[in-house]
């Protein structure tokens, strides 16, 4: 369609939509209306999740660390198809744009919501350049580092006390690893992703997570060391080792039930 039925289109949306959205923006500080925020996870460097079991004999320890709400107990996950579900805790390392720009790193465990579904609970956020989070208010910057170049992937994070995670991956990994299928469970698991005071995100996502291109590198040879407070908690060696070769556009309502 083009010439003068496009143009026309585009106005009609434009003086549809306009008044529709700005009475949502005029709603939402008397908590009649959600905001709605669009970021995107770059796939340049990728997005990476480092998945370790929670040690058995540490599983008890772990959840008094947590310290969860008593109506979000741990559960266990199954995040490749064709697993057994674990007891984990995910490092996701990526690169956001949108309403915020910069790398990030999210460590999470899993959790049962009200109708029995696993969901994210975030434990520890870290921001390069800082952050919102309804933890701390503002995520203060901090060391948060996550590149790709034609000989390897690195990825290194800074915890609390200066203590740190680091991992290598050799661009040899990348050339070997096989694609996988992303079971249905963690995807699912995205919708709503808690935080340790309860507060819960909203997350509506595309193709990008629903339907990814993601390549499982060999967790055994992959270069990883974790000086952080949850090291005591799990194996050493992570379960899966999930790189994202592409994109991914959220729109999140930050909050959503507050």
């Known amino acids: 369609m083009t ?3 496009l143009f026309l289109r585009r106005l009609v949306k434009a003086l549809l939509y306009t008044p529709m959205t700005l009475f949502d923006a005029l709603r939402i500080p008397f908590f009649r ?4 925020i669009e970021f995107t996870v770059e796939a340049d460097p990728p997005s990476v999740y480092y998945n370790f079991r929670v040690r058995p004999d540490r599983l008890d320890d772990f959840a008094r660390y947590l310290d969860l709400p008593a109506n979000l107990p741990l559960c266990p996950i199954r995040c490749v198809a064709g697993e057994e579900p674990d007891y984990q805790l995910t490092v996701n390392v990526y690169r956001v744009s949108g309403i915020s720009n910069g790398v990030r790193a999210e460590l999470s465990t899993y959790v049962e919501d009200e109708h029995g579904i696993p969901r994210y609970m975030v434990v520890e ?7 919102m989070d309804p933890i701390n208010i503002i995520t203060r910057p901090s060391r948060v580092e996550q590149s790709r170049d034609t000989t390897a992937m690195t990825t290194v994070i800074e915890s609390d006390q200066g203590a740190l995670f680091r991992a290598r991956a050799e661009q ?5 690893a096989p694609l996988v299928d992303i079971h249905g469970e963690w995807m699912q698991a995205n919708d709503f992703i808690y935080w340790r005071n309860g ?3 909203r997350c509506y996502y595309d193709a990008g997570m629903a339907n990814p291109r993601v390549r499982a590198l060999d967790p055994a040879a992959v270069e990883l060391t974790d000086d952080t407070h949850w090291a005591q908690f799990l194996e050493p060696e992570p379960r899966h080792v999930l790189v994202y070769e592409t ?10 039930n507050l």
Do not use: N, T, Y
């Open 3 to 5: 010439g003068k039925p």
């Open 33 to 36: 209306a959600q905001p709605k």
């Open 172 to 176: 040899a990994l990348f050339e070997q």
């Open 247 to 256: 994109p991914m556009h959220f729109i999140i309502v930050p909050w959503e």
């Open 125 to 131: 956020a870290r921001d390069h350049d800082g952050s």
């Open 199 to 201: 507060v819960r995100d």
